[in-house]
């Protein structure tokens, strides 16, 4: 049984090898132009940045290292008793490129856990906020503040070595990704149930099983198995998307991982990004509202039209990338399919027959890319069919949080091997309106 730095030990000289090739022999290929619309269109499109983890194809969805969820599904070890992903088995592959066997999978586990309480001046500071604050600001705070612990900044402080920056890099992402459970469930045990006890950490317990268990749902194997597939998941979805290229950008300027984190989280809290699946259960509630007790698909193909022509985008549907349904959407359908309370809930009955109608709407509306559902059409019913209700007032709504705990996997690998491979600070290069007019006229 190997630890996960003993296998990043033998990828890591193979990939900067790589990168050398790369730069001697292909530094000047093209791989496309550079046209007005990326400029002036969010870069969309745009291929201008190197993420080793997972690649987005716009048919296929998601691949972590070739991998698709489906293949996730088959190889990747379960916890004990369950059956879905667990987010050291998908940190394992993030992070080397490779299938850890259940011992190992089980040995970071342990790690992770060891690791996992937080420091007396976190719990003061999270406490000492008040329970009206958003929870993403906090969460974003609390790991800002953990850089207190950084093992990155004093060694590049001490004054190492380039090429030893990645192993304190990998450090410090291991005590970050332990510590992000008991910290977010603080959040949550303060906004929600001031008071209340939180347990202790339990050694032989997956990370996301103690997150449950300190969110105060432990006794709830379904929903543990559930928020198991969403965070490993919703880990790593390439690198261009807001909260992964923020972290990416800052990490770059060898800030520590804390706060490149802590800077991709501010990301992910905007309404486009992470916050998109609130916006479903509410829409998906007041269709179930004004539709009562009739919900047809023709009724629901009427919610849509007046969504649309009231100006507003339907919520959970489109895509930067994607131009088909999105995997992860389909993995959370099929944990639904197989699960008899999730199939007789009527807001999870209803995501389902929205799915049935939306797309062709969208099509006939004609301005989306992409009119098939994106993993936020999915995702925040089933939280709300086992209890995790909190999604409403934008001060009290959660669910973001959980994304934030789960995105930690992408970004903290994509930190390790961007110093891994001794990436430069970012700067592109931007143009103003009369310089593109002039670079145009030449
Ligand atoms: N309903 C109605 N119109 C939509 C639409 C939708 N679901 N998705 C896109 N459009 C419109 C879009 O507003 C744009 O209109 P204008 O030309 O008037 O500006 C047009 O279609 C072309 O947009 P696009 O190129 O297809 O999409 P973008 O790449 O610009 O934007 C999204 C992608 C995800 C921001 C967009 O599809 C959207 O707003 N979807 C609804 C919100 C949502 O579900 N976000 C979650 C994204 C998720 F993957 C995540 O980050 N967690």
Request: aromatic share 8%; hydrophobic share 40%.
């Amino acid at each position: 049984t190997k630890t996960v730095r003993e296998v990043l030990e033998e990828v890591v000289p193979k990939k900067q090898l790589q990168l050398k090739q790369l730069k001697t022999e292909h530094g000047q290929a093209v791989l496309g132009d550079v046209k007005v619309e990326h400029v002036v269109g969010g870069m969309r499109g745009l291929k201008a940045m190197l993420w080793e983890a997972s690649v987005l194809d716009p048919i296929e969805g998601i691949r972590f290292h070739g991998l698709s969820i489906a293949d996730c599904q088959k190889v990747l070890p379960a916890a004990p008793g369950g059956k879905e992903i667990i987010a050291e088995s998908m940190l394992w592959l993030l992070l080397t490129g490779k299938i850890p066997t259940e011992a190992e999978t089980r040995q970071l586990s342990r790690e992770l856990a060891e690791k996992g309480e937080l420091p007396e001046y976190i719990e003061k500071l999270i406490d000492s906020l008040p329970s009206t604050l958003h929870p993403m600001t906090q969460l974003g705070m609390g790991v800002a503040a953990l850089n207190h612990e950084s093992k990155f900044q004093q060694a590049y402080e001490r004054g190492i070595k380039k090429s030893e920056y990645w192993t304190y890099a990998l450090e410090d992402s291991l005590d970050l990704l332990a510590k992000l459970p008991a910290l977010a469930a603080r959040i949550y045990r303060n906004i929600y149930n001031p008071g209340k006890p939180l347990p202790k950490i339990n050694k032989d317990l997956d990370l996301v099983g103690n997150y449950v268990n300190m969110l105060g749902y432990g006794d709830n194997h379904d929903l543990t198995e559930y928020l198991r597939l969403y965070i490993a998941i919703h880990g790593d979805h390439e690198g261009g998307n807001a909260s992964a290229h923020t972290s990416h950008l800052v990490g770059s300027t060898l800030a520590d991982p804390y706060l490149a984190y802590a800077a991709g989280l501010y990301a992910l809290a905007g309404p486009l990004h992470g916050l998109a699946n609130q916006e479903v259960l509410r829409w998906q509630m007041n269709m179930q509202k004004e539709l009562g007790g009739n919900i047809t698909h023709e009724s629901i193909k009427e919610f849509l039209w007046k969504t649309l022509k009231s100006g507003q985008v339907v919520p959970g549907y489109g895509h930067g990338v994607l131009r088909n349904p999105d995997p992860r959407f389909m993995a959370l359908q099929q944990f639904c399919d197989t699960r008899p309370a999730l199939l007789q809930d009527p807001i999870v009955q209803l995501v389902k027959k929205t799915y049935e109608v939306a797309p062709a709407v969208l099509k006939e509306h004609g301005k989306t890319k992409n009119p098939y559902p994106n993993v936020d059409a999915a995702s925040g019913c089933v939280l709300y069919h086992y209890g995790l209700t909190q999604f409403k007032a934008s001060h009290t709504a959660y669910y973001t949080v959980i994304f934030g705990v789960s995105r930690a996997l992408g970004c903290l690998t994509q930190y390790v091997w961007s110093r891994a491979l001794g990436l430069p600070i970012e700067r592109p290069k931007s143009l103003s309106m009369d310089a593109i007019e002039k670079l145009i006229k030449q």
